[in-house]
């Protein structure tokens, strides 16, 4: 099944800073979603690129996308302390059929 | 706004007892979905859903079952709770347009002790 692979594990910046999180995987997409777990709640659901597109934005949000090299990046520019979560990226395609498989995440560490 | 919901934030319960957890979707979804999360292992699928009454394993099935009599309600059982099932759990629903990788939603989980 399709499970992508978020680097690093953790992550601890300062407030203001940028925020990169990588994800990799090993087939062909349709399309990559990332989404954010606040500390013990459900996943949101953040931002969805799709196989035939390179960069997508939403709010200080900034995702790529490299299907050659089969990965993923979210951006998080002028971080909050509010951002302090756990980020999941889910690489979707044919081989896993209506199945969306998360990896362990990036937990991401906002100090004000 | 789609609304998951879980029927319990917590639960404790001993073991061999059976374990019900319900969730809720209020927006006509065909596919809902039900993961364990635990430590360091991310969110692992046990069943999903795609129609009524129709289900399918997902990568961790064994010691649980699933219930879906109605379209917006997905049940998940616990048929003799054991301790390696504490964990937190997490309902989650999508369209069902058809299209592969779907944005899901979800519930707010509902964190499992088993003693």
């Known amino acids: 099944s399709q499970q992508g692979e978020e680097d690093p594990q953790a992550l601890s910046i300062q407030e203001g800073e940028n925020a990169t999180m990588n994800c990799s995987y090993k087939t062909s997409i349709n399309n990559l979603q990332w989404y954010r777990q606040n500390s013990g709640r459900g996943l949101v659901h953040l931002i969805l690129i799709r196989s035939n597109e390179r960069e997508k934005h939403s709010g200080r949000l900034r995702v790529t996308l490299d299907t050659s090299k089969k990965s993923s990046s979210l951006l998080i520019t002028a971080s909050r302390a509010a951002d302090t979560a756990s980020y999941f990226c889910?690489?979707?395609?044919?081989?896993?059929?209506?199945?969306?498989?998360f990896g362990a995440g990036t937990r991401l560490f906002v100090k004000a | 706004d789609v609304k998951v919901t879980q029927s319990s934030r917590y639960l404790v319960k001993r073991t061999g007892e059976k374990v019900f957890l319900e969730c809720v979707q209020d927006m006509d979804h065909e596919n809902m979905f039900w993961y364990r999360q635990d430590p360091g292992l991310g969110l692992r699928l046990i069943y999903f859903s795609y129609d009524v009454k129709m289900k399918e394993k997902g990568d961790i099935p064994e010691g649980y079952s699933v219930s879906r009599e109605k379209k917006e309600r997905f049940s998940l059982i616990l048929e003799s709770a054991s301790t390696n099932q504490t964990s937190m759990y997490l309902c989650a629903s999508s369209p069902g347009t058809g299209v592969v990788g779907e944005k899901l939603f979800f519930g707010s989980g509902t964190q499992l002790s088993v003693l």
């Open positions: 889910a690489p979707t395609g044919q081989t896993g059929g209506f199945k969306t498989i």
